[in-house]
């Protein structure tokens, strides 16, 4: 239990930063439709994974839970484009290139497909 409580802090926290983070960057782009503050978010995210995630590998210095916290919780909620990046990461550092490339595939093909078939959806629902 304390460590879905810890991931749910953690998503909170995520998301509130996520909202002030890219609405910061945001108010400062003169081009309103660019979504700057989305992109800076997601690479900031990845960043962020990928210092944390080597430090936790080489130092062996995040508990479970505070593993949970931080990579689940938080950057889960900041940006779940850092888990995805990472996990491909990951994937092509074991050697497993092809599953890599699957995953990326997958990810970006059958992401953009739902988008589309939700808006479908909802289109003809609510005509």
């Known amino acids: 239990m304390l460590q ?3 991931v749910g802090l953690g998503g909170f926290m995520g998301a509130v930063l ?3 983070v890219g609405g910061l960057v945001q108010s400062f782009v003169k081009d309103g439709v660019f979504p700057a503050g989305t992109l800076i978010v997601n690479l900031l995210g990845c960043f962020i994974i990928g210092l944390l995630s080597q430090f936790a590998e080489s130092r062996d210095w995040l508990t479970p ?3 949970s916290f931080i990579f689940v919780g938080l950057l889960g909620a900041f940006t779940t484009f ?3 990046s ?3 990461m990951n994937l092509f550092r074991q ?4 599953s890599g490339f699957f995953y990326i595939g997958v990810h970006v093909l059958l992401g953009l497909g739902f988008v589309w ?3 479908v959806l909802a289109a003809q629902i609510w005509r």
């Open 18 to 20: 996520r909202y002030v």
């Open 4 to 6: 879905v409580l810890l």
């Open 117 to 119: 078939g939700g808006r």
């Open 86 to 88: 990472n996990e491909s």
């Open 95 to 98: 050697g497993d290139s092809l």
């Open 82 to 84: 850092s888990t995805f």
């Open 65 to 67: 839970q505070t593993g």
